[in-house]
């Protein structure tokens, strides 16, 4: 179970609920979605947390890089939706895309989302993204990102972009 959260208010009655429904038996596993770095350390505190559910993405919300880090360092799957969006685009693409994600996607024979996608993945193995599917060819295209290996200069181009974003 997911509980999705609202504003920097402490959660700690919430997942003391969630917890008693997982020590019931009702549910199997806590996560939090739209949470910050100190909804963790609270979840935590009271019973294991395996996923943190948030919107990030190449360009879009740099700042959840640290919590991203931290997931990983605890263990916690960091499961990021938007991730093809980037900032100001929840809604989908509006605009044209960056000029570097653009020769990046043709150096790899792919489309800029699968660029998007294939950055978020390299932020580590516990980085599980919510690419969202609305047809096969887009599942394909999807499955695909998962393949891309994005060269370090990639990288680090990609992670300028993301950066200046803040």
Partial sequence: MNLRLSGPDPITEHIGVSAELRDAGLIRHLGVSNARPEHLAQAQAIAPVVCVQN???LGHRPQQDQLLRACGEQGVAYVPFFSIAGTGREDGPSGAEHDEILAIAAAHDASPAQVRLAFALH??????????????DHLADN????S?????????????IHQDAQ
């Avoid at 499955?143 to 998962?146: E, L, T, W």
């Avoid at 891309?148 to 992670?159: A, I």
């Fill in 148 to 160: 891309l290996r994005l060269t370090p200069d990639d990288l680090t181009r990609l992670d300028a």
């Fill in 55 to 57: 919107s990030y993405g």
């Fill in 123 to 136: 932020r580590g193995s516990h980085v599980l993204v919510i690419p969202g599917t609305g047809d096969l």
């Fill in 143 to 146: 499955i695909a990102a998962a």
